[in-house]
């Protein structure tokens, strides 16, 4: 059993800034990409940014220069510092990794519970 636990969300002003994590446990090999993603009433679900093993990231166009993405490889978690923060990045936000399960060896894409983030005045 593999799961993704997020934390770190919560109510912040505008202008204010969160650090979001998201650790992974279970039987796990190894881990590949992760991500964050977010969703907010009424909308799709979004690709926030992402992260390869190595460390490369990438990020959505609204949150480039804001926000950053980082992993501890050890710790088999992820982290999303969100920095500038404005209303319109209220939303659910979700991380999402690719598991390689250590006794199967099958690769599953899991997704957390989400952590719902409110940036209001």
């Known amino acids: 059993q593999v799961q993704l636990v997020e934390s770190g969300g919560g109510l912040v002003q505008p202008g204010g800034s969160l650090r979001l994590s998201c650790a992974a446990s279970g039987s796990i090999l190894s881990i590949y990409d992760m991500g964050w993603y977010r969703q907010a009433p009424g909308k799709q679900r979004d690709l926030v940014a992402s992260?390869?093993?190595?460390?490369?990231?990438d990020y959505a166009d609204s949150v480039k220069g804001r926000f950053t993405i980082s992993r501890d490889n050890a710790k088999n978690t992820v982290y999303l510092q969100m920095n500038s923060l404005k209303p319109e990045d209220t939303a659910v936000y979700y991380c999402k990794a690719k598991i390689v399960e250590l006794v199967t060896l099958r690769t599953l894409e899991v997704w957390g519970q989400g952590t719902l983030v409110t940036v209001s005045s």
């Open positions: 992260i390869t093993r190595g460390g490369n990231p």
